[in-house]
């Protein structure tokens, strides 16, 4: 038998016990729970085939009550002696995906970056569009190309045309940018005519990750009007390994920045809460920004609502991300486009003046919040290196 070593303030405590999927040698992926520098393997420990799944799904898909069970018992497993053969050092296992993605749906909660991208795109006008106060700006984004932290990101080509120039032309996209952005994980649905009150977000939502919504600026100024995204962002968006339970994240709610004018009764909470989350973004291992996801003007459970208002139907493994991330300083603007003004303002990154991404580089982002310990958790990483575009 083994006893976990979890160190005091490690990011990953019993306070934390966030999910995904991994693999060992030989053996096929399934569910494990990642405790300090270790993953405990819930399909050896737990006897419920539902772990023994490449994905998240099924377990998500049994509902609130069972989340809540499994990780109550998760914390006296991982509390006492386990054995052997279901703890494995986290540096020696394989991550996967953790979500099988159903739909993939982005949005644009934070007021600064909306106002930010509105005084760069239309300096001549209102910063924010008439609708932005009233509900969560959003666009359907392409599931099955999200992708594990980890995975390279291939320069994507496109038709892109500066404001200078007569006619598109298609290549390489030249102003590769990211998005730090925090996801929200759907374990239960809802049914098609159906709507999902912001009061119930925690019956349906399961946990949080990190995102990274790679962009391509040049495309994405070409093609968006009037539309909004699509190739400029759908081929490839990051998410992290492990899945932070929401149940993990009671100590981090704080109250909204502020709504005015109020929101329509279907987007009203009784009580209506943000999440005190900073994120770090690293460029080439050097930090330019922490983003403070507290700063968010619309909810994650504002957001459901909106998402289902219609009586769309939503389902297990529905990823919705906020929006990037953004906050009033300089310092904590979620992407590049921000940070650099366009451009305009480079960045020093390893002694050279950068805008946007160049083949070769990385980025990471990390995140930590308060936890109901008195410490902090960690949401781990969400990393990616950019290749170079591949024309045919
Ligand atoms: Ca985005």
Redesign the pocket.
Known sequence: MTRIDIPEGSPFGLANLPYGVFSTPGSAPRVGVRVADSVVDLAATLGDDVFAQPSLNAFMAQGRARWDEVRSRVRDLVSGDVPDDAVHPVSEVRPHLPVEVADYV?FYASEHHASNLGRLFRPDAEPLMPNWKHLPVGYHGRAGTVVLSGTDIVRPCGQRKAPDEQAPTFGPSRRLDI?A?LGFVVGTGSPLGSTVSPDSFPDHVFGAVLVN?W?ARDIQAWEYVPLGPNLGKSFATSISPWVVPLAALEAARVPLPGQDPEPLPYLAERESWGLDIEVVVEWNGQEVARPPYREMYWSPAQMLAHLTANGASSRTGDLY?S??ISGPDKHQRGAFIELTWNGREPLEIGGEQRTFLEDGDEVVFTASAPSTDGGRLGFGEVRGRVLPARQS
């Open positions: 982005d998005e952005e919504d962009s991300a929006g990037t």
